[in-house]
């Protein structure tokens, strides 16, 4: 599985943007698919996931209720809607392929990261 993420971009405090992930190979339903983020000189973090059906999602606390994850299998692609984004959320933002959607564990497949800055 190969993953690209897209639509990242600068967005004022308050604002909203949504990222995708497209993934390419015929086994993107066999992964969930978890979201990362590496702020500027910080280490890369745990932001959320998706199950492999998109029936159940797991966020960490710092984004939880506004940050929305969301997945089209048919168009094998999965989604970040961010809103009421802040300046701590500003970094790249990666998604990955793994075993598990609410777990950092065992991604196998990772894509390029998009960037995202928030200013204050």
């Known amino acids: 599985v190969q993953l690209q993420a897209s639509g990242g971009g600068l967005v004022q405090a308050g604002g909203s943007l949504r990222l995708s992930c497209a993934a390419s190979?015929?086994?993107?339903?066999?992964?969930?698919i978890n979201w990362f983020r590496q702020p500027p000189g910080k280490e890369r973090e745990f932001v959320g996931g998706i199950s492999r059906s998109g029936s159940s999602t797991y966020y960490v606390d710092s984004v939880k209720g506004r940050f929305t994850i969301s997945r089209d299998n048919g168009k094998s692609t999965v989604y970040l809607a961010m809103n009421s984004l802040k300046p701590e959320d500003t970094a790249v933002y990666y998604c990955?392929?793994?075993?598990?959607?609410?777990?950092?564990?065992?991604?196998?497949?990772w894509g390029k990261g998009t960037q995202v800055t928030v200013s204050s």
């Open positions: 190979g015929r086994t993107f339903m066999a992964y969930a």
């Open positions: 990955a392929a793994g075993p598990a959607y609410a777990s950092p564990n065992g991604m196998t497949y």
